[in-house]
C-alpha cells in the first residue's frame, strides 16, 4: 500500500507553538504509512530538532500577503510530488496552504491556526483584512483544528469555517521526555547560578503579548525582599534586546540570564522553582504543558490558551497579565510556602498525563482519514 503524502508548511520565522506542534505531529504519526515534507522559513533549532527524521526540507520564507511567485512555486512542488494532504499551522501557512487547494482540487488541506485572538488584537485595519482573508480561504478548507473550544466558537462566529468542518484537538506534551528530571548542577554553573539560587523561569518568544516586562517589574520589588532569586528568560523575538535594556537600566541585570532557546529544553526546566508565564493574551499552551509535565509549580496569566488546562485553582496559581503586584504576590506566595510548592508542582504533573502525546495524537491520524475519504 503506498503511503500518505503530507506537506506540512510553517510560516513562523521563530520557534514558537506552530513548530512544537508540528514536531509533535511528526514523532507520532506512523512512518510506515506517512511520508513527510515540510516548507518553512530558516530556522536552525527545528532544522537541529528534525535531523533524526530524515525529512525532506524546503527551506522557503512565505510572504504575510499571498505572492504569485510563491503559489506558483508550491504548485510545481504539487505537480511533482503529488501531496495527498497539505497541513498548515499558522496564519501565513494558512493562507498558502489553502491557495495551494485552491489550484490543486485532489489535494486535501488542514489548518491548525494559531490561537485566533491573536486576530482580535491587530490594528483596525489589518483586523478587517485578516478576517477577509481568512473567511474567503475557509472554502479551501477541508478540517480546521483548534487547540480549544474558544477558538473554535470564534473561528464559527467569524465565518472562518462550517460547523462541519472544525475539530478540536488539544496541544500535548512528550511525557516522557519532561518526567523525573534530575537537577542539572552544571547547567547551573554554566548560566552563573548557584545551588541556593532560587529560579524562577521564563519561556516565550520576546514580543508584545509574552509580556515579559511584568516579570521583570516583579522582580525589581522581589529583590529588594529576596537577594537570592534569580531570573531566567528563554526565547528569541525583536523585543530581546529591548527586555535586556529594560533589566540593565533597572539595575537588576546581575539576577537576569537571557539565552536562545535550546533543542534540551529539559535541562533547563531541572534547574527551576517556579515556572512563569505572562502572556496578554493567546500563548503557548505546549510550554505551559512541558513545565507542568517537568513537575514545576507555575504561575500563569489567565488567557484564552491556558485556561482550559488550569481550569482548577490547585493546578497553577493565576494572575491578571496587567496586574504586578498580583504576580509578585503569587511568586512570593510560592517562594515562601514550599508545601504549596509542592502540591502545585504534583497536581500540575497529574493533570499534565492527560495531554500525552500518544494519547492525543491518534486523533490527527483520524483526522487525516477522514478528510481522505470524503
Known sequence: MDKIKILYIAGERLFGNSYRKLLSVIRNLDSNKYEFSIVCPENLLFLECLKPFNIPM????????????????????????????????????????????????????????EPLIYLEKEGLFSRQVKKS??????????????????????????????????????????????ANLKKKNALLKELGFNKNDFIIGNVSNFDASNNQQIIVRSAYYLLKKYPQMKFLFIGDGKKLHSMMEYAKEAKLDSAMVFIFEKQNLQDYYSIMDIFVLADLWGGSSTILLEAMASRLPVICSVTSS?????????????????????????????????????????NAMIEATQYDEAEIFPKIGEV???????
Not at 70 to 88: A, D, M, P, R, W
Open 58 to 113: 524546503y527551506v522557503i520564507e512565505l510572504p504575510g500577503r499571498v505572492s504569485t511567485k510563491y503559489t506558483k512555486l508550491l504548485n510545481s512542488l504539487q505537480s511533482g510530488e503529488k501531496f495527498n494532504i497539505v497541513h498548515s499551522f499558522d496564519y501565513v501557512s494558512g493562507i498558502y496552504s489553502r491557495e495551494l487547494k485552491k489550484y490543486n482540487s485532489e489535494i486535501k488541506c488542514i489548518h491548525s491556526p
Open 133 to 178: 482573508t481568512e473567511q474567503y480561504l475557509s472554502q479551501f478548507s477541508d478540517m480546521m483544528i483548534f487547540e480549544n473550544d474558544f477558538d473554535k466558537k470564534l473561528a464559527l462566529n467569524n465565518k472562518y469555517v462550517s460547523q462541519n468542518k472544525a475539530v478540536v484537538i488539544s496541544n500535548s506534551v512528550n511525557l516522557s521526555r519532561f
Open 306 to 346: 491556558y485556561i482550559p488546562i488550569i481550569r482548577d485553582e490547585n493546578i497553577s496559581l493565576t494572575f491578571d497579565p496587567n496586574d504586578t503586584e498580583g504576580l509578585f504576590e503569587a511568586i512570593e506566595q510560592l517562594h515562601t510556602n514550599k508545601q504549596l510548592r509542592e502540591m502545585v508542582a504534583q
Open 368 to 374: 487525516y482519514r477522514e478528510v481522505l475519504s470524503t
